[in-house]
T-cell receptor, first 112, second 112 residues
Framework: NAGVTQTPKFQVLKTGQSMTLQCAQD?????MYWYRQDPGMGLRLIYY???????DKGEVPNGYNVSRLNKREFSLRLESAAPSQTSVYFC???????????FGSGTRLTVV | QKEVEQDPGPLSVPEGAIVSLNCTYS??????FMWYRQYSRKGPELLMY????GNKEDGRFTAQVDKSSKYISLFIRDSQPSDSATYLC????????????FGTGTSLTVIP
């Protein structure tokens, strides 16, 4: 099925460890996004890529880096994980003619 | 002040009730309005999409936009237990590109 695929679905990290969250979409969308979702805070934009080759900071970029590898793939990296980064991470994509975002199923990350 | 405000609930109604979910916003440039439904441990999925003011109906769901009051609503008629989910409003403007601004979500439970 067409859509947004995120890996892994679950991850537990120790403080200070690094990891990369992967996201791929097969809808030929130009724009891709990384959000985190925390109770009472809603969805907060971390980084986005309006088109291949560009990336921009969102509302909460500190502690994260991103790479738009190609049109399909957009990865999110935590260089030195902190407990405050415990959250559910969603990747989303959007393109011309598309209504709204298409979201992935999320990555549940716990940092201990 | 957040760009988009949404009462988090929780909201609990009996099966068959009419449900009203609301969001207010501060940016008068917003002109694209969306409602997403998010089941527990899943990614948000687009439910309704409206442009500018007015009403849009899709089955048991009606979305209303009142730009003069900066207020949007989602009505669910004949609510079903399968409607139990968190509902998020989202909106964007031409000058925000493809960036959407989300409410924090309202948790709804429909009791059989």
């Amino acid at each position: 099925n067409a859509g947004v695929t995120q890996t892994p679905k679950f991850q537990v990290l120790k403080t200070g460890q690094s990891m990369t969250l992967q996201c791929a979409q097969d809808m030929n969308h130009n724009s891709m996004y990384w959000y985190r979702q925390d109770p009472g805070m809603g969805l907060r934009l971390i980084y986005y890529s309006a088109s291949e080759g560009t990336t921009d900071k969102g509302e909460v970029p500190n502690g994260y880096n991103v790479s738009r590898l190609n049109k399909r793939e957009f990865s999110l990296r935590l260089e030195s994980a902190a407990p405050s980064q415990t959250s559910v991470y969603f990747c989303a994509s959007n393109g011309w003619g598309a209504y709204g975002y298409t979201f992935g199923s999320g990555t549940r990350l716990t940092v201990v | 002040q957040k760009e988009v405000e949404q009462d988090p609930g929780p909201l609990s109604v009996p099966e068959g009730a009419i449900v009203s979910l609301n969001c207010t916003y501060s940016n008068s440039a917003f002109q694209y309005f969306m409602w997403y439904r998010q089941y527990s441990r899943k990614g948000p999925e687009l439910l309704m999409y409206t442009y500018s003011s007015g009403n849009k109906e899709d089955g048991r769901f009606t979305a209303q936009v009142d730009k003069s009051s900066k207020y949007i609503s989602l009505f669910i008629r004949d609510s079903q237990p399968s409607d139990s989910a968190t509902y998020l409003c989202a909106m964007s403007a031409k000058d925000t590109g493809n960036q959407f601004y989300f409410g924090t979500g309202t948790s709804l439970t429909v009791i059989p």
